[in-house]
């Protein structure tokens, strides 16, 4: 239960309708920007904005309540042209709804209030005073004129300047050739660790190419060097684009052509990498050769041992046929 006690103000106080107050439709903020502006005495000129700024009212909230009380008729605003070509907003605030013509004819009945008005005599822009004497042309920078047949220039003449000559053109771009493109093209082939190589490295690696081929080194030679400078212990190739641009980057003296079996001065064949020299080719029946591990000296691959009696017979290799001559 709520108990009211009422003690009537001596003085500064206003009269407001209940009707306004319990408005269903106004916010708080709303019912407190009217009744803020209905409370000042007759003639002050405090705008919404000025009264939403002194009750404490944002910006949004301002927008909001000022909304609500244009909708309801409780506010008006109109623009019009004062004297002097000053462009004025007048606004209505009432405490009943009004309409728009009848705020607009309260709004004809009130005096246009000007910026200039509020200005006071003692502050406003006296007389001007003319300047003495009668206007003269501004001056040419101070210095006289100058007679235009007269050269009064006393730079020393500059000396004639020889043309440069032409730089020389720099040389082109050599296109590598088809051979060293379609090797670089089949280097992801030659090992899983080259299958990441970036297109956009293919030009740079292909001149490279070009440079073993100009040497005297053949495409297979190039490979073996490629596979010899592979990791052999397992370890991934992360950049194979940068391992390759290494490899390649110096050219090492072509060897001339040796026959089949070496001699004292000439070097032996290059030999594998490691990873391929463990490896043995089984000696079984099979479509195309098959490379395995050995872990002894066994000489077919484990496909063929763990076969049936049946298709080891198969696996096993033919025997050699003897040719007798009578």
Known sequence: MIHRHHIAPPRAFSQFSHDLIRHPRLSSDAVRLLTWQLSLPDGARESLSR???????????FTRAKRQLKEEGFVHERRLQGPGGHWVTQQLVSNVPLSAAEAA??????????PSADVSP??????????V??????????????????????????????????PEPAPKTTEPPEAARSLVAALPHLSPDLRRIPRGMHDELARLVTRWLTTGHTPAAIRTHILRGLPDDGTPVHRPGGLLRYLLRD?????APTSSAPTAEQP??????SRLATLRECEGNHVQATLFRPAGGE??????LNSSPYEASRCAPPPRQRTVIA
Not at 122 to 131: D, G, K, L, T
Not at 251 to 255: F, T
């Open 51 to 61: 009264t939403a700024e002194r009750a404490r009212i944002g910006a949004c909230a």
């Open 105 to 114: 004819k309260i709004l004809g009945r009130m005096p246009v209030h000007t």
């Open 122 to 131: 003692q502050v406003a822009p006296s007389r001007r005073i003319p300047a």
């Open 133 to 166: 004497g009668a206007p003269t042309p501004p001056p040419t920078d101070g210095y006289p004129r100058k007679d235009p047949g007269e050269n009064t220039s006393h730079r020393p003449a500059e000396p004639e300047q020889k043309p440069e000559p032409d």
């Open 251 to 255: 050219v090492p003296p072509a060897l």
């Open 268 to 273: 032996a064949p290059a030999r594998p990498s």
């Open 299 to 304: 000489t077919l691959c484990r496909r063929c």
